[in-house]
DNA sequence: ACCCATCTCATGGTTCAACCATATAACACT
DNA sequence: AGTGTTATATGGTTGAACCATGAGATGGGT
């Protein structure tokens, strides 16, 4: 079937059976020939039809498995289902590439910083005073926990409050960078344990006020205010560690977990 | 809102046996045991360390090949070598997700407009004299190719703009981020086909200017007023065509001429 | 000494034919 | 109506075999 040679774009090394069947597969589903939560055919069938080995019909799914383009449930009425992307794939990948130490700490916190203040700025437009209500509750549990000295809770519900606001920008896009992107953070503040102090809370406060007035501009310069201290914060306590360092030791303990 | 406890991560299914194997694999990295440059035991020996068969070492292998933690190479004194991170397996995982989601092309490009315009404000903090002439050199080439009304090579050069402006950031994570929108707007590109207009060219030389007095504001809305344009453009081409049925059509174009 | 062709062989790539473990629809039983 | 059992197609796994590749070793020619 893959006598002949296929050129293509730059293939690197299509030479290798299963990367073809990969590159079908992918099409079909990009195509939505399959739509989500379609089942592919079973291996064996797939192996029949692409003319190869089952086991490189195994190494293709296995593939696709991983990138969360689809998943692979056993027995009867089993088989490999379409599924909705998965943004911990891409956290996973932008995770990896830190250990391998592809860019630094500094780089992914300024990356952040800069998508953080979109997002807040996008949502200063286009937030209905409904979705600031619920803002405003998130905001609200946070006082609470940081009056209790509830330092755990503080950062969970702030966590949710940056995916709130990603949401509230209405742009799917927007949405999985950012979801990727605050994937890794996340990791690094599980492993730093929370910041024991309210001024996020305090910033969060006037960040709410801000969009309330619809300012765009104090509602970013806040943002980036509270990010700065953060990203601070976080480099006095990782002093001269190398990256890999903290967030493999996260990755481990959630292993543990699982 | 989840109110609910701790999202932490899925926990997948450790049940097979190659998830074991690859867990060990990439502890070994992640620890550094194995330094970038290194090479991992072979498959054959891997299978008889880990008492289980070559095929799931090689499931393993596969796993990490495609998160770019490690590179095969065939051939005697070939094997898995663990290699630096390779910013394509991050763009590919958005690109792939971006695929999945059911977003329109007004959100894609909406996005690009917010990225295109963050890196364009910091571009003109960041670049230097030199970085400028290079950008100019790439400018004075759009502008011959449109003279000529060689559209498709005025289409390439372009391309060409966004990535060396997204480069000369600095900021390997908004790189990766911007690489990866612009993977999915270079295929939707490719499948309509150039636009055989000089306005795109005008605006760059524009842009160049802006950025050449560093005044941010004026080459951020230079840098917008441009892809409101194009978007404008693709939008009467394509009204509201799923982007999947777009970006599918051209794969297959591709391969046809292969 | 140098160059080039040839050989070597451990490595990844691929196939095949089994067998095991699992989940669920359908059925049998209470 | 509810509960337990079974049949069976699916993914998970094994082991042995063979093919294709490519860097080093070899050796002959200049």
């Known amino acids: 079937m893959i ?4 050129p ?13 069947v990969i590159r ?12 989500i939560g379609d089942r592919l055919p079973s291996e064996r ?15 293709a799914l296995r593939m696709l498995e991983i990138t969360g383009m ?9 088989g490999a289902f379409v599924c909705t992307g998965r943004p911990e794939i891409v956290t ?9 130490a592809a860019f630094s ?23 209905t005073e409904t979705d600031l209500d619920r803002l405003g509750a998130n905001v609200d549990a946070a006082v609470a926990y940081a009056a209790a000295a509830d330092w755990p809770h503080v950062a969970q519900v702030n966590m949710q409050f940056h995916d709130m606001l990603a949401e509230l920008t209405g742009n799917p896009v927007l949405k999985i960078i950012h979801d990727s992107v605050m994937g890794v953070i996340r990791e690094i503040s599980l492993a730093l344990g929370p910041i024991r102090s309210d001024a996020t809370v305090r910033h969060r406060v006037k960040i709410l006020e801000h969009l309330r007035r619809r300012d765009a501009d104090a509602a970013a310069a806040e943002m980036a205010a509270n990010l700065a201290s953060v990203h601070d914060f976080w480099l006095r306590e990782i002093g001269d560690r190398p990256v890999g360092e903290i967030t493999g030791a996260v ?8």
């Open 105 to 127: 700490l500094a780089d992914l916190t300024e990356a952040r910083l800069w998508l953080s203040t979109t997002v807040v700025r996008v949502v200063s437009q286009r937030a």
């Open 70 to 78: 689809i998943e692979l449930r056993t027995g009867r009425y089993g």
């Open 92 to 100: 996973r990948s932008l995770a990896d590439m830190m250990h391998l």
């Open 45 to 59: 069938a797939l192996a029949e039809q692409f003319q190869v080995s089952r086991n490189m019909v195994r190494e």
């Open 8 to 20: 293509l774009v730059s293939p690197a090394r299509a030479s290798r059976t299963f990367d073809e």
């Open 24 to 35: 079908q597969l992918q099409d079909l589903i990009r195509r939505q020939k399959v739509k």
């Open 251 to 258: 990755s481990t303990a959630l292993r543990r977990d699982a």
């Open 3 to 6: 006598a002949s040679g296929r």
